[in-house]
């Protein structure tokens, strides 16, 4: 079961929960996916709540791999949701907020403009 005060998430693929985490490492590789060049500018990017599928691949994935799990995108992209793409948003939304609570984000995953 994910720990929050951890950063973790916890999110259902193909039948079974995985963990969640963007760690350091994770968040490098969004930085380097996104051509970031700060951490701020990875928040800002997903302040403008303009996710699109590629995106919940990318942050899915980081966060699968920076939780332990050795997944990558690609199989990623083959694998469900019980909920579908709301649900993966949904565990998406929950991460960031967890990841960025001290970075302008409420309890609710909303970000404030930074």
Same mark, same amino acid.
């Given at each position: 079961?994910? #720990?929050?005060?951890?950063?973790?998430?916890?999110?259902? /693929?193909?039948?079974?929960?995985?963990?969640?985490? /963007?760690? /350091?490492?994770?968040?490098?590789?969004?930085?380097?996916?996104?051509?970031?060049?700060?951490?701020?500018?990875?928040?800002?990017?997903?302040?403008?709540?303009?996710?699109?599928? *590629?995106? /919940?691949?990318?942050?899915?994935?980081?966060?699968?791999? @920076? @939780?332990? #799990?050795?997944?990558? #995108?690609? *199989?990623?992209?083959?694998?469900?949701?019980?909920? @579908?793409?709301?649900?993966?948003?949904?565990?998406?939304?929950?991460?960031?907020?967890?990841?960025?609570?001290?970075?302008?984000?409420? +309890?609710?995953? +909303?970000? +404030?403009?930074?």
């Amino acid at each position: 079961m994910a #720990n929050r005060h951890r950063g973790e998430v916890d999110i259902e /693929l193909d039948g079974r929960r995985w963990s969640m985490a /963007l760690t /350091l490492g994770a968040l490098a590789e969004l930085e380097d996916a996104y051509a970031a060049e700060s951490l701020e500018a990875l928040v800002i990017r997903f302040a403008e709540h303009k996710l699109g599928t *590629q995106d /919940l691949t990318r942050i899915i994935g980081a966060g699968l791999r @920076g @939780g332990g #799990n050795e997944v990558s #995108n690609a *199989q990623l992209q083959a694998m469900t949701c019980p909920e @579908g793409v709301v649900g993966m948003a949904r565990a998406v939304k929950a991460l960031l907020a967890v990841t960025f609570k001290d970075q302008g984000t409420t +309890s609710e995953g +909303s970000q +404030s403009p930074p």
